[in-house]
C-alpha cells in the first residue's frame, strides 16, 4: 500500500490550543506520550531492520583490523581536516561574502585562507540609473545562496590539494563530491572549473569525507543498526549509482543543457563510480562517508579513531577543530560588525541594516 500523500488540511487538523493556561497543562503530558511512542518504535523499526533480508545482504566490517595503522597516521600528521565558513552581508548593490577555510592536522600544521567576494565589482552595470536599478533583481541570481556555498566548497578543495598537505590523506565535512560543484551552478556555468578540480580529488585517492547529516534516511537507519565499531557499504553503494538512480540529480531535463549532461554523465561513470558511500557508527549515532573504494577501508578505520577522540558524539575530532578554528578566524559576527560600521561611518546604516536587526528586544 502507498503512503498517503499528506495535505494542508491534514496539518490543520493537528492539536490546537486557543487557551493559553489549557496549552500549559495539556501540552507537556501530549509531548512527553508523542517522545515516548517515537523512541519505542523506532527501537522496533531498528529491531526489523537487523532481520529483513534487505539488510542481511550488507556488507559489515569492524573497524578493529586497521584501526592502530589509522592512531599512527594520525598521530604523525598525515591526516589534514578541511572545512569552510560562509559570513554573507546583502548591500542594495549586492551581496558582500567572506568566505574562510582551515586545513589542519595534529601536529599544528595549519593552512588559513580567506577570500572576499563582492557581487558589485564582479558585473558590469548599464549607465542608465532605471536600468541599473531594474537589473539589479536579475542580478542577485548570479551570486545564489547555491553559487557562494560552491565557492566555499571549490576553495575547501583547492585547500585540500595544496602542496603543503600533498602526502597527508585529507578528511572534508560533506559530500565528497558537492551536489554544487556538479550542478554547473546555473548561469556561471561552472563545471569546466569545478569538475577539474573533482577529477584531481578523485584520482588522488586520498581524500574522503564525512557527512554530519543527510536527507537520506535509509543509509542512517541501516547504520542505527550495526554495532559501535562497525561500518556498511554493498557493491551498489557507489555514488555515481546513488546519483544517477536514487538522489534525482540528473532527472530533471529542464535543468541541464544537453552538452553540460552528456559532461555530467561521463563524470558520473568514469570517476564518481569510484567513490564508494559507506555508514559508520561509533558512538549513538552513525555517519555517512565517501571514499575511493581503493582507501575505503582504512578512510572508516581513520574516521573512527578519530572520532574515538570524542566518544559520546562519536564523530571525527579533526573536522570539529578545523570548524572550531572557522569559527575563530572567520567570524559571521566580526563580519557583519565591520561591514555595519562601514555602514554606520558613512551614514548609511539606517536604510542598509536589516529592519530585525533594528528590533527593540
Known sequence: MGKKQITFADLLQQRTWTDYNKFISEAPTIYAEEVARHVQEERELIRQVQQHPAFKKLDVYKVDQKLQDAEDILGRGLVVGVDGTVSKYRLFSGLRCQIGVIAVNYLGDRIHHSFYVSEANIREDPEDAIERVTGRVTFEDDLSAMAIRGLMLYRERETGLDK???????????????????????????????????????????????????????????????????????????????????????????????????????????YANRIMIGVIRVAERP???????DTFHLAAAIIARDAMFQKEKGFPLLIDYADSLCSQYFSSSEFKALIEWELAKQGAYLSEAPERDLRLK
Open 164 to 270: 603543503q598537505f600533498e602526502n597527508c590523506y585529507v578528511m572534508f565535512h560533506g559530500p565528497l563530491l558537492p551536489f554544487e560543484l556538479m550542478s554547473g551552478l546555473g548561469r556561471l556555468r561552472a563545471l569546466e572549473a569545478t569538475l577539474d578540480i573533482l577529477r584531481d580529488i578523485i584520482r588522488q585517492k586520498r581524500f574522503f569525507s564525512v557527512i554530519s547529516s543527510t536527507a537520506y534516511q535509509d543509509y542512517l537507519t541501516f547504520g542505527r543498526a550495526i554495532a559501535p565499531g562497525e561500518y556498511l557499504t554493498a557493491s551498489s553503494y557507489t555514488l555515481a549509482r546513488h546519483l544517477m538512480n536514487s538522489s534525482g540529480f540528473l532527472g530533471y531535463k529542464d535543468k541541464w543543457r544537453e552538452d553540460e549532461r552528456k559532461v555530467i554523465e561521463e563524470f558520473l561513470g568514469d
Open 287 to 293: 555517519y555517512v562517508f565517501h571514499a575511493h573504494k
